[in-house]
């Protein structure tokens, strides 16, 4: 049997939106991946001081996200593992789960551009290729030095882009467009949508919106 290529998407996912499904769908098809496994974050330490709903909670928002997508799963691995996320430990469980595979970790270019102070960032670079997400405004010049000198830490690291255009999504602007009632409509799937009003997310009444007979979802 010959060895796959796995796509990791890693990511908060506070909540998943459609610039992250797009990138992943970018990466499969421009790399040729045999699928790409979601893993939300467990506790990212990286991100204290945030208020970050339940992992149960993003995990059933990127379920729902992915469903449609055959070539789309999503797993609990960072969730259900106790402490701090680590990226590294979570690929080298993937590496036990799939021996022989190919892992390909697919990030946004801002993500590259601090990898360096990532746990173990050397391992991680020996163990996956990194796929990164180029949007229009990325600063090339700074991002192809940024590999460079990755590079000359770890000679046999693999950087390559994902050319995704411009995708002016961010979960930030979801949370804060929901906070303050205005729509988010088509900025993520509409099942995620849903989840979100159905379970009072990110604002403190939005229930009330699938209620009533005017549908009006937030
Ligand atoms: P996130 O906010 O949910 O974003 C997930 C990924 O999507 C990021 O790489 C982000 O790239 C990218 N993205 C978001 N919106 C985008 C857009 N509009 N266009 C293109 N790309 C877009 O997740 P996160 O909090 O950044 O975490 C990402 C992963 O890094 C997670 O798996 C986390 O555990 C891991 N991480 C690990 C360590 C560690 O091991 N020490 C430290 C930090 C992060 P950008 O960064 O470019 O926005």
Redesign the pocket.
Known sequence: MSNKKIGIM?????PI?N??LY?AEQAREQFHLDRVIF?P?GF?Y??QGMEIPDGSIRYQLVKKAVESNPYFTVSRI?IDRPGD????ETLEQLSDMYPGDDLYFI?????VN?LD???RFTDILEICTILA?V?NDTDEKTLVKKIEELKSIVPSADIRMIR?GR?????TMIREKIHNKQSVRYLLPEECLEYIVMNNLYAEDNQISLNSDDVKIY
């Not at 890693?10 to 506070?14: A, P, Q, V």
């Open positions: 890693g990511g908060t996912f506070n939106h610039a992250h990138m893993i974050s990212s990286f991100k960072e996320t680590y990226t590294i990030m946004g270019a801002d993500s601090s102070k990532w746990v997400a949007r995704t995708l002016d999504i961010s979960s």
